[in-house]
């Protein structure tokens, strides 16, 4: 099962929105609203931004939001902060014997 | 809210067995309310899930690893453990602990512990 295609980079200005796109197959995003979020800070653990396509966790600022149409999910960050800058990963649930699929990252630079 | 914290060896030896251990704090290892699950991350590259655990005593395991894998719980100590045999130098990476529950069909981590950094070599 190969992984979920996510941009290698995006960047943004301070107080800009920007969007990551995580694009699937049938068998993943495309049937199942089960897609997450994670942001990863250097050398620090994962952390949930974004469960079920658009669910935010308690906690996590409203300027991150979530969406699904076919088999592409995405994450957009508006009003950009320095802190915003780091790796976003996506995953799936995934109907094949893999069950759990990750995408390869995407680096955020805040300019 | 749950918390988890990995142990074991830093370095293992090539075609060895790479062990690690998770303990749980904050929440019962036995609850149904969560599965529990290890991933690792290569130094520089993405994450890579190796498997779940559910409450119920079964295992999902990434086919690509699987014939390599174990995860177990030991309930009395709140904890859950990793074993990869026959470890390569394509083993070396940050392994997480984790869990999930209510979200996601299986594949939503809400918890993580802060990683561990295994490399193998002899």
């Known amino acids: 099962q190969s992984a979920l295609t996510q941009p290698a980079s995006v960047s943004g200005s301070p107080g800009q929105s920007i969007t990551i796109s995580c694009t699937g197959t049938?068998?993943?995003?495309?049937?199942?609203?089960?897609v997450s979020w994670y942001q990863q800070h250097p050398g620090k653990a994962p952390r949930l931004m974004i469960y079920?396509?658009?669910n935010r966790p308690s906690g996590v600022s409203n300027r991150f939001s979530g969406s699904k149409s076919g088999n592409t999910a995405s994450l957009t960050i508006s009003g950009l902060q320095a802190e915003d800058e780091a790796d976003y990963y996506c995953n799936s649930y995934t109907s094949t014997t893999t069950l759990v699929i990750f995408g390869g990252g995407t680096k955020l630079t805040v300019l | 809210q749950l918390q988890l914290q990995e142990s074991g060896p830093g370095l293992v030896k090539p075609s060895e067995t790479l062990s690690l251990t998770c303990t749980v704090s904050?929440?019962?290892?036995?609850?149904?309310?969560?599965?529990w699950a290890w991933i690792r991350q290569p130094p520089g590259k993405g994450l890579e899930w190796i498997g779940n655990l559910y409450y119920s005593g079964s295992n999902h395991y990434n086919p690509s690893l699987k014939s390599r894998v174990t995860i177990s719980v030991d309930t009395s100590k709140n904890q859950f453990s990793l074993k990869l045999n026959s470890v390569t130098a394509a083993d070396t990476a940050v392994y997480y602990c984790?869990?999930?529950?209510?979200f996601g069909g299986g594949a939503c981590f809400e918890a993580w512990g802060q990683g561990t950094l295994v490399t193998v070599s002899s």
């Open positions: 984790a869990s999930g529950g209510s």
């Open positions: 049938s068998s993943d995003i495309g049937d199942y609203n089960y």
């Open positions: 904050g929440g019962s290892i036995s609850s149904g309310r969560y599965y």
């Open positions: 079920d396509v658009s």
